[in-house]
């Protein structure tokens, strides 16, 4: 390591982790709103010692030969890391570090808000009553579906899916979840029962995906797992765009196969303005903000900047990928 280390952060992140960073580094900091083109990131990689990267940013097998043999550490300011290539990062002898934990609560209480909105047609209700058509109480407007009693399956039991079943067991919702190699009693003390992926999708009511985006959840979401779904299903995502088939997803949703989506992530991410799933009334559609709570964004600024000065002296990182 140089006496003081030079590090790229791709992005302006809270000050809870960029003050740490600026204490025993030469950070070079991307200013901008929007991320550095590939291009930009590769070429501000190059002889650093260090890189503090966003889901944004596409970190490759190219980018760390690029980088050199100075590059002692990927941090990056996100629990999923589909981002960048670990088989290559591990053929290189770099350690990645993530932020788990920290933003389970924040995404599952959006995961929850995004299945509350679709199922109470709230952001109809709002754009109704801005548009001047609320004249009075009516009996049969913006009916929605009922949550008590329904059955809610989750794709994907990890520490973001319980966490989203604890809500719902607040709700009197029953518990389904598919998440292959999990031990049924583990399960159990979630109050939550394992099934295969097409129990989950016949039988549930609202489905809540909690998966990372891996060779075997990309398009796991497709035409036929959405035709297994109830009519009267509402599926919100949370986790990574790639897991739908977003041309399934919208032309279930216009042709009423199913009832409604909410979505967190999309693919691509940003959504064009103009994309066809945003003209339709039963997709609820935020821009990936599953994390965005100001203590976990400063917790997560704060965990990529521990990996990133543990890496940089050599040292096993805290919250290291598996
Ligand atoms: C993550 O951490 O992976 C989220 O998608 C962004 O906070």
Redesign the pocket.
């Known amino acids: 390591m140089t006496a003081t280390p030079r590090v790229f952060v791709t992005r302006v992140i809270p000050d809870a982790g960029l003050s740490l960073i600026r204490q025993s580094c030469r950070a070079d900091i991307w200013p901008e709103t929007l991320p550095p083109s590939y291009e930009i990131l590769t070429e501000r990689t190059r002889g650093a010692d260090g890189l503090l990267c966003l889901?944004t940013d596409r970190i490759d097998a190219a980018l760390m030969d690029a980088a050199g043999p100075g590059l002692k550490i990927i941090s990056q300011?996100?629990?999923?890391?589909d981002n960048i290539d670990l088989a290559a990062a591990r053929a290189r002898g770099i350690p990645v570090g993530?932020?788990p934990g920290v933003?389970t609560e924040a995404?599952a209480d959006l995961a929850f808000a995004l299945l509350l909105a679709a199922a109470r047609r709230i952001v109809e209700g709002v754009e109704y009553v801005r548009a001047g058509k609320w004249r009075t109480w009516e009996p049969k407007a913006l009916l929605g579906a009922d949550l008590s009693g329904a059955t809610l399956g989750i794709i994907g039991l990890g520490r973001i899916g319980k966490a989203v079943a604890r809500r719902a067991a607040g709700f009197d919702m029953r518990l389904i979840a598919c998440n292959p190699g999990m031990p049924p009693p583990e399960a159990e003390a979630a109050g939550v029962r394992l099934v295969d992926l097409d129990t989950l999708l016949r039988e549930s009511d609202f489905i809540s995906i909690h998966t990372p985006l891996t060779a075997q959840t990309r398009g796991l979401i497709n035409r036929e797992a959405l035709s297994k779904m109830k009519r009267t299903a509402i599926l919100v995502n949370t986790?990574?765009g790639p897991v739908i088939d977003q041309d399934a997803l919208y032309e279930s949703l216009r042709d009423g196969r199913i009832a409604g989506a909410a979505l967190d992530?999309t693919d691509p991410e940003p959504l064009p303005p103009d994309h066809q799933l945003l003209t339709l009334p039963n997709a609820v559609i935020v821009p990936?903000i599953?994390?965005?709570s100001l203590w976990t964004r400063d917790q997560?600024a704060i965990m990529a900047a521990e990996n990133l000065l543990a890496g940089l002296a050599g040292q096993p990182l805290p919250h290291a990928v598996p």
């Open positions: 889901i300011m996100a629990v999923g890391v993530h932020t933003l995404t986790a990574r992530v990936h599953g994390s965005a997560m």
